[in-house]
């Protein structure tokens, strides 16, 4: 087992998973789902993690059932388990089918999709992978483990320690506190540089799959446009062996095959091509055609197949010096910022509550949000493409040090690792000199097809990333974090800002953040602070604002926040962040009516395609007020 890099915490809780739950691996005919049932077994507080994941739990503590994917922090009743720093163990035994253990031509895979923040993997007390970093999944071949005995079950563990350090991806600070007249000993705190509560656990689904011994291991899809043809560039990268053929065709709605080709790149043209749109902005918004990748190979039993299917949307985004442009047309953000957050859950993946979103997404007339503050599940980023939702995909750097991140900077391999780590979103790197440059540059390079941001605050003369990025995002906080109550300030600083920021830059702008607390139910006029009507009357003054600039570089409004959130506990934080225009529990408080009669005159003057204006309500729901 190689080095485990956090360690301020040898605290340790075990938990074990109620339902790894199998949900899509996106796989065709050779991928299997294994649905995993139950089985518990007694451990607690157990420090030694080799001799757990070796089977010898006997003599453990007691344990927490804990569901998956979720958060641990919210469903117990235990004070320690919510605010608990260092390793938690989780521990599931599944029965797999027979032709998984015993049909060699088989590769069983163990997919993690997110653990937040360092995980270590045992299968049958056999060490598999290590990850670092709380946002992405990652898996681990375990074909050999589970082909290479008699038993056809097998034991999944997984340490998970959420301590963030300095080096950590958002970064923290373990504070131990000495002074033994006010602390019991070895009392230590976690502190973090970002506003939202450090959620861990197993956040997203769990699952295994199988593929062929040789297998589709990626794809990757650039598309443009050619006077209408759609240009459909196509990289498909094979492991397990160099002898298979690939084919490749796409498929428009109707399930009628409009392109193919062969082999591991290529180009598909496809004449008169359905252009993926915002939903907002087109009749027949979001269209997907479907990407069918097959790889044969010819084996002693006969051809094996490995098949993908991936949805592939035909677009073009660019920037000019004062527009966005999507396919060509002049697209304005007005969207929301969110969290991955909810009651009892946690950061953990549920679909009601994505669906839930979704829908009030399309409610409120929004076209846009951001991932702050770090990269969402795929099956997010998945329905944005079905609903026709354009997303600022974030990277999870918020809160970094340049001081400590500059050190780190130097070296081919470290730069390398870092970057990796932090893609593949970018945005919220703030004053990182030489790594603003170089990191936008790495992006770029890995996907030229769209434009990158990093948000900022609106201090334009200190700001070091600007020059680099294609798109502004400020955040400002005007008559909240200052001028306190005095509303009527907005106008004259806002205008500023956005002034000096495109004298400086000539690029176009997105308000990428703004807002005011409110806590749900209070109610105040004339407005105050934390009721509903101040909340409101602040959005107001910022759209006055933004109505006049929308005409010149202002590209986007994204209001702070979509719901409350939870945070760490601190005399200026109510039970949490309360600038939701929603609620946690996703009800309306009154800016949220503000913004959705905002938002569906916006789609109306400025996106609505030609032929549905006039109508003011059509068929299909997408455009009203
Ligand atoms: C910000 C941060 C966000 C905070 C927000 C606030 O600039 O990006 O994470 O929650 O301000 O409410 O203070």
Same mark, same amino acid.
């Given at each position: 087992?190689?080095?485990?890099?956090?360690?301020?915490?040898?605290?340790?809780?075990?938990?074990?998973?109620?339902?790894?739950?199998?949900?899509?691996?996106?796989?065709?005919?050779?991928?299997?789902?294994?649905?995993?049932?139950?089985?518990?077994?007694?451990?607690?507080?157990?420090?030694?993690?080799?001799?757990?994941?070796?089977?010898?739990?006997?003599?453990?503590?007691?344990?927490?059932?804990?569901?998956?994917?979720?958060?641990?922090?919210?469903?117990?009743?235990?004070?320690?388990?919510?605010?608990?720093?260092?390793?938690?163990?989780?521990?599931?035994?599944?029965?797999?089918?027979?032709?998984?253990?015993?049909?060699?031509?088989?590769?069983?895979?163990?997919?993690?999709?997110?653990?937040?923040?360092?995980?270590?993997?045992?299968?049958?007390?056999?060490?598999?992978?290590?990850?670092?970093?709380?946002?992405?999944?990652?898996?681990?071949?375990?074909?050999?483990?589970?082909?290479?005995?008699?038993?056809?079950?097998?034991?999944?563990?997984?340490?998970?320690?959420?301590?963030?350090?300095?080096?950590?991806?958002?970064?923290?600070?373990?504070?131990?506190?000495?002074?033994?007249?006010?602390?019991?000993?070895?009392?230590?705190?976690?502190?973090?540089?970002?506003?939202?509560?450090?959620?861990?656990?197993?956040?997203?689904?769990?699952?295994?799959?199988?593929?062929?011994?040789?297998?589709?291991?990626?794809?990757?899809?650039?598309?443009?446009?050619?006077?209408?043809?759609?240009?459909?560039?196509?990289?498909?990268?094979?492991?397990?062996?160099?002898?298979?053929?690939?084919?490749?065709?796409?498929?428009?709605?109707?399930?009628?095959?409009?392109?193919?080709?062969?082999?591991?790149?290529?180009?598909?043209?496809?004449?008169?091509?359905?252009?993926?749109?915002?939903?907002?902005?087109?009749?027949?918004?979001?269209?997907?055609?479907?990407? &069918?990748?097959? +790889?044969?190979?010819?084996?002693?039993? *006969?051809? #094996?197949?490995?098949?993908?299917?991936?949805? $592939? !949307? @035909?677009?073009?985004?660019?920037?000019?010096?004062?527009?966005?442009?999507?396919?060509?047309?002049?697209?304005?953000?007005?969207?929301?910022?969110?969290?991955?957050?909810?009651?009892?859950?946690?950061?953990?993946?549920?679909?009601?509550?994505?669906?839930?979103?979704?829908?009030?997404?399309?409610?409120?007339?929004?076209?846009?949000?951001?991932?702050?503050?770090?990269?969402?599940? &795929?099956?997010? +980023?998945?329905?944005?493409?079905?609903? *026709?939702? #354009?997303?600022?995909?974030?990277?999870?750097? $918020? !809160? @970094?040090?340049?001081?400590?991140?500059?050190?780190?900077?130097?070296?081919?391999?470290?730069?390398?690792?870092?970057?990796?780590?932090?893609?593949?979103?970018?945005?919220?790197?703030?004053?990182?000199?030489?790594?603003?440059?170089?990191?936008?540059?790495?992006?770029?390079?890995?996907?030229?097809?769209?434009?990158?941001?990093?948000?900022?605050?609106?201090?334009?003369?200190?700001?070091?990333?600007?020059?680099?990025?294609?798109?502004?995002?400020?955040?400002?906080?005007?008559?909240?974090?200052?001028?306190? !109550?005095?509303?009527?300030?907005?106008?004259?600083?806002?205008?500023?800002?956005?002034?000096?920021?495109?004298?400086?830059?000539?690029?176009?702008?997105?308000?990428?953040?703004?807002?005011?607390?409110?806590?749900?139910?209070?109610?105040?006029?004339?407005?105050?602070?934390?009721?509903?009507?101040?909340?409101?009357?602040?959005?107001?003054?910022?759209?006055?604002?933004?109505?006049?600039?929308?005409?010149?570089?202002?590209?986007?409004?994204?209001?702070?926040?979509?719901?409350?959130?939870?945070?760490?506990?601190?005399?200026?934080?109510?039970?949490?962040?309360?600038?939701?225009?929603?609620?946690?529990?996703?009800?309306?408080?009154?800016?949220?009516?503000?913004?959705?009669?905002?938002?569906?005159?916006?789609?109306?003057?400025?996106?609505?395609?030609?032929?549905?204006?006039?109508?003011?309500?059509?068929?299909?729901?997408?455009?009203?007020?």
């Amino acid at each position: 087992m190689g080095p485990v890099p956090v360690r301020p915490s040898e605290r340790h809780l075990n938990l074990r998973p109620l339902s790894f739950k199998c949900l899509s691996t996106g796989r065709g005919f050779q991928g299997h789902l294994l649905v995993y049932t139950p089985s518990w077994k007694a451990s607690w507080t157990r420090d030694d993690r080799s001799l757990w994941a070796r089977e010898e739990r006997h003599c453990s503590g007691p344990t927490l059932d804990m569901p998956v994917p979720s958060s641990f922090n919210d469903v117990g009743q235990d004070r320690q388990l919510r605010s608990f720093v260092g390793w938690v163990w989780y521990e599931r035994e599944v029965t797999l089918p027979q032709r998984w253990t015993q049909d060699l031509g088989t590769r069983v895979v163990l997919r993690i999709g997110s653990a937040h923040y360092y995980a270590i993997v045992w299968v049958n007390g056999v060490h598999v992978v290590e990850h670092e970093g709380g946002h992405l999944p990652f898996e681990a071949d375990i074909s050999k483990l589970v082909q290479s005995g008699p038993l056809s079950s097998c034991r999944i563990t997984i340490a998970i320690n959420n301590t963030l350090t300095p080096h950590t991806l958002p970064p923290g600070t373990i504070l131990h506190r000495t002074d033994t007249s006010k602390y019991p000993k070895g009392y230590f705190v976690q502190n973090t540089n970002f506003d939202f509560f450090n959620y861990a656990g197993l956040h997203r689904p769990v699952l295994l799959y199988t593929t062929p011994t040789t297998y589709i291991d990626d794809i990757t899809v650039t598309t443009s446009v050619d006077q209408g043809t759609g240009l459909v560039d196509y990289q498909i990268f094979a492991q397990g062996s160099e002898h298979f053929q690939l084919e490749v065709r796409l498929l428009d709605q109707e399930g009628k095959v409009v392109a193919q080709g062969t082999g591991c790149r290529g180009q598909l043209q496809v004449p008169n091509a359905h252009l993926w749109w915002p939903y907002l902005m087109h009749e027949h918004p979001a269209y997907l055609y479907s990407l &069918e990748v097959r +790889l044969t190979t010819q084996t002693a039993a *006969g051809p #094996v197949s490995d098949f993908y299917a991936l949805p $592939v !949307g @035909i677009r073009t985004v660019k920037v000019t010096e004062r527009q966005f442009l999507i396919n060509g047309k002049p697209f304005y953000f007005h969207g929301v910022n969110k969290h991955e957050d909810a009651d009892i859950r946690g950061r953990g993946f549920d679909w009601a509550l994505l669906v839930k979103d979704f829908n009030l997404l399309r409610w409120l007339g929004a076209n846009a949000f951001r991932t702050s503050h770090y990269p969402y599940a &795929e099956e997010v +980023l998945q329905l944005c493409d079905r609903y *026709g939702i #354009v997303v600022i995909d974030e990277s999870p750097g $918020v !809160g @970094i040090e340049s001081r400590v991140w500059a050190g780190r900077w130097d070296g081919e391999r470290e730069r390398e690792k870092w970057l990796s780590r932090v893609l593949p979103g970018l945005t919220s790197l703030c004053l990182l000199p030489s790594v603003d440059r170089t990191l936008i540059a790495h992006t770029k390079a890995l996907d030229p097809s769209r434009p990158v941001t990093f948000v900022t605050n609106s201090n334009y003369e200190a700001d070091l990333g600007a020059p680099y990025v294609d798109v502004i995002c400020v955040n400002s906080y005007y008559s909240w974090y200052h001028d306190y !109550g005095h509303l009527e300030v907005i106008p004259l600083q806002l205008a500023t800002q956005f002034e000096n920021w495109y004298r400086t830059y000539q690029k176009p702008i997105i308000q990428s953040e703004y807002g005011a607390g409110a806590i749900p139910g209070f109610h105040q006029d004339p407005p105050v602070m934390f009721s509903e009507e101040y909340q409101k009357a602040l959005l107001q003054q910022y759209h006055m604002v933004l109505d006049e600039k929308r005409k010149n570089y202002v590209v986007g409004e994204l209001v702070w926040n979509f719901a409350d959130f939870m945070t760490d506990q601190a005399p200026q934080r109510v039970m949490g962040n309360k600038k939701g225009i929603f609620t946690r529990q996703r009800q309306p408080k009154a800016a949220a009516f503000l913004l959705r009669e905002r938002y569906w005159k916006l789609a109306n003057d400025t996106q609505r395609p030609p032929a549905a204006r006039g109508s003011q309500c059509l068929e299909s729901g997408l455009f009203h007020v």
